[in-house]
């Protein structure tokens, strides 16, 4: 069958890098069977190499990472911190998180951010959608239903995640992104058709020219090895999905790739090679970047995303910006002052 | 911001969401000439969307999915092909076509729609012959891969049998007489081996990955064809790949890291190999041709169990679970992939100008054509023939090691056997043509390109 290239030959009771210890696991991403100190080594210098390789950080830079609670970014936190140590990049690392005010979950999640907090020694910092935008996930879901919930999240979390980055005058964000994510967020392009989208997504390091640039220390490193990696070194970390988020059509291209990783583990790694070599003419037309006449935040149109949909929700008119009708809608002077996402320049 | 885990419902599946639907509308538009407010739109639900006459019998799937009755389907499906074939100049007055027939339904449509092209050419020449400087009709013939010898699944009765059905059809499509090529996937073998069935079975049991022996097929059968094509004459190779299918290889070759090479693949028209590739059922869906087959009683054979294992079986499960949930999933899929850069041999090389030609360039609308201003690759992998976008190879030299070399990261992956000796055994199984592709690398590419200040000597002409 498949997925004989990893070491299964060695049918030996030892590990099959250090030969000494007894094997621990079997390694997803090559099917080795290691013990757990050398997987700790792998894993550890597989992220080295690719933060060197890809210049992602320069010494004296002052770093936020993205520390949701969650595993991913968990693992990042405490990776990003032993590497730091080990390899002296000279970094100023900061825990950012953002609380949509989602009961049930993000609360408990922020406690566990909060205990990585003193655990790594880390400062926090936590915006959230309350103070930003005035509302909490929880009033807009009670507005608007189930449907489209992900938009408005997912549009204020890019910017609350730029704002509190500003906050805390960093020189770039690191997020937890792993290798699955991409490869999903590759096949997904596809099926949509975006294609300027296709020609971004693989890119580690986003945003050069944005207020803030974003870079994925993970993007190589498999999801299954993240939990092996909190799982054997105890992490802290919280496991549950948001409650508000029942994707379907993620789900289909996740489940397709797990599926494909069970027979080739290298696959996931092959669709981000393919992503990254598709030949996609420099010329597709990028929208032209101005900022938001009423926040000042990066935006193509008049108005940012953000500010359209705030608009939408303080008028009471929730499918704002969402949906088929292009374009922005033309805001009115005389309309009910609404408070304007966060006061900060960019 | 792509990859945040914020699913569809985020800016770029609602922009994407707009563009669909524009296009449906655009595609509904030109289907249904001056379309009727949505009050007549009940009414007429089950009259054809086209001819507004007869009774809709046939609903397709799809972008612009409608209802047609049965002429208006069948013209509508062959509509296509011909927009296809003409607007590609796939086919000239002055070509031998060879149509690889597989026994299924796409390329028992190819086959159906080639030769009522042929037909319909023919009697536009017998209705010219009179006057002179009529255009000649191209010519049909239709090529079938035997692979029992690699297939030894199925009784010698049945496969006997589905033969005499393939020939059968052939001797009943329209006139012209069409040649029949039932050749053994081992005539890729030289002549003068008499070897070659073991040394073919040999060399796909060195491959361990399923996924690599499927695709080794693959390639070889193309391997098998173009070399019928060029030993009887045949200037143009037509295969029935269909939306569906190219849908499929998009995401299978995704998954293999393909990337850099899959726009060559998926394009209407394909000259890297000697004998040009054209796709005229590129824009059909699959639903499409079955009904047509059913409608027409087009006959298929199953010959062999062309059902695939490994990747390419999890692709083609997973594109049709997508296209159930959205019908025109096939189409936005080749759709991206065909926004991406193809390559230079992408079009049908043009060809000296006789009078002939001339004729036909007028009456071929080729507004398709544009030039494609990228330079060829570095060179092609020796087995799958994917341009590669990195790294020469010192390839003057035949050993195994130079091979693996030149092999693109792909097969090197999936189909060379990792070990030393088997990788020997397999590079001394290879067929002929397969080392002298790597030893010649891109030579022929560069060569075309600076043919014009070459100065030859006599005997290299």
Not at chain 2, 46 to 51: D, E, G, R, V, W
Not at chain 2, 166 to 177: A, D, R, Y
Not at chain 2, 266 to 284: F, G, K, N
Not at chain 2, 375 to 393: D, H, K, Q, R, T
Request: charged share 25%; hydrophobic share 35%.
């Amino acid at each position: 069958m498949e997925g004989t290239h990893g070491g299964e030959k060695t049918k030996s009771r030892l590990c099959s890098i250090c030969n000494q210890r007894r094997p621990a696991l079997r390694r997803p991403k090559t099917l080795e069977q290691i013990c757990r100190e050398c997987f700790y080594v792998v894993f550890e210098d597989e992220i080295h190499s690719v933060i060197v390789n890809n210049k992602l950080f320069k010494p004296g830079e002052r770093i936020a990472i993205g520390a949701s609670g969650g595993k991913d970014s968990t693992v990042l936190a405490y990776v990003m911190s032993e590497l730091n140590r080990r390899h002296k990049y000279g970094l100023d690392l900061f825990l950012l998180s953002v609380d949509e005010g989602i009961t049930g979950y993000r609360d408990d999640s922020l406690e566990t951010v909060k205990r990585n907090e003193i655990q790594y020694g880390l400062p926090l910092k936590v915006v959230s959608y309350k103070d930003l935008y005035g509302w909490t996930m929880d009033e807009i879901v009670k507005m608007i239903g189930l449907k489209n919930n992900c938009t408005f999240c997912g549009v204020f979390r890019r910017q609350a995640l730029d704002r509190g980055a500003a906050l805390l005058k960093v020189d770039k964000l690191a997020t937890g992104h792993n290798a699955d994510d991409i490869a999903e967020t590759v096949l997904l392009n596809i099926l949509r058709g975006d294609i300027a989208r296709l020609s971004r997504c693989t890119s580690i390091i986003t945003g050069e020219d944005g207020p803030i640039p974003r870079c994925k220390p993970f993007k190589y490193t498999y999801e299954k090895e993240i939990v092996t990696y909190a799982y054997f070194k105890k992490l802290d970390y919280f496991s549950t999905e948001c409650i508000y988020s029942p994707n379907a059509y993620r789900g289909f291209a996740r489940e397709f790739i797990k599926d494909l990783e069970r027979i080739r583990p290298r696959a996931i790694l092959d669709i981000i090679k393919s992503g990254e070599d598709f030949r996609i003419a420099p010329s597709t037309k990028m929208p032209e970047q101005g900022t938001c006449q009423r926040c000042g935040y990066i935006s193509s149109q008049k108005w940012c995303k953000a500010c359209v949909l705030l608009e939408g929700l303080n008028r009471g008119l929730p499918k704002l910006g969402i949906g088929r009708t292009r374009g922005v809608v033309n805001p009115k002077d005389d309309q009910v002052k609404s408070k304007p996402c966060g006061s900060l320049d960019f | 911001m792509a990859c945040n885990g914020t699913g569809c419902q985020s800016g770029g599946c609602y922009k994407d969401n707009a563009g669909d639907e524009e296009e449906k509308l655009s595609t509904e538009k030109k289907l249904n000439g001056d379309n009727c407010g949505d009050g007549n739109h009940t009414r007429h639900q089950t009259l054809c969307f086209k001819c507004k006459a007869s009774e809709a019998t046939i609903f397709t799937g799809g972008e612009g999915g409608s209802r047609f009755c049965a002429d208006c389907f069948r013209s509508n499906l062959y509509g296509k092909f011909k927009l296809a074939v003409t607007s590609h100049a796939m086919i000239s007055p002055t070509d031998k076509v060879l149509v690889a027939f597989s026994g299924g339904t796409s390329s028992r449509v190819a086959l159906q729609f080639v030769s009522e092209m042929q037909l319909k050419s023919q009697k536009n020449f017998d209705a010219t012959a009179i006057r002179d400087r009529s255009l000649p009709v191209f010519g049909v013939g239709v090529a079938f891969i035997d692979e029992s010898e690699i297939h030894p699944i199925i009784t010698s009765t049945d496969f006997n049998q589905s033969i005499e059905n393939i020939k059968e059809m052939v001797s009943n499509l329209s006139p012209p007489k069409k040649n029949l090529h039932l050749v053994p996937i081992s005539n890729i073998y030289s002549t003068k081996t008499s070897d070659g069935k073991d040394k073919l079975k040999n060399l796909i049991n060195t491959v361990n990955d399923a996924t690599g022996k499927e695709d080794l097929v693959t390639h070889l059968r193309m391997l098998s064809l173009q070399k019928i094509a060029i030993e009887n004459g045949y200037t143009k190779l037509v295969l029935g790949s269909c939306t569906s299918r190219i849908a499929c290889h998009v995401l299978s070759a995704t998954v293999k890291g393909q990337g850099y090479s899959l726009a060559a693949d998926i394009q209407y028209a394909d000259a890297r190999w000697e004998v040009p590739v054209v796709l005229p059922l590129r824009d059909c869906l699959i639903q499409e041709l079955n009904i047509l087959c059913t409608l027409d009683r087009l006959e298929t054979v199953e010959v062999f169990n062309n059902s695939c294992s490994g990747i390419n079986g999890l692709v083609s499960s997973f594109v049709k679970l997508l296209q159930e949930e959205n019908a025109s999933r096939e189409c936005t899929i080749v759709r991206t992939a065909g926004k991406l850069t193809p390559f230079p041999f992408n079009k049908i090389p043009e060809t000296n100008t006789n009078d002939a030609d001339m004729a036909s360039q007028r009456r071929h609308k080729k507004f398709n054509l544009k030039p494609i201003e990228s330079l060829p690759p570095e060179s092609f992998c020796p087995i799958c023939n994917s341009p590669m976008n990195a790294g020469s190879f010192d390839n003057s030299q035949t050993t195994p090691e130079h091979f693996t070399a030149a092999c693109c990261s792909s097969c090197r992956y999936q189909i060379l056997p990792e070990d030393r000796s088997s990788m020997d055994d397999f590079y001394s199984f290879l067929p002929e043509s397969v080392i002298t592709r790597a030893k010649d690398g891109n030579q022929k590419w560069i060569r075309e390109r600076i043919q014009d200040c070459l100065i030859l000597d006599e005997d290299e002409v």
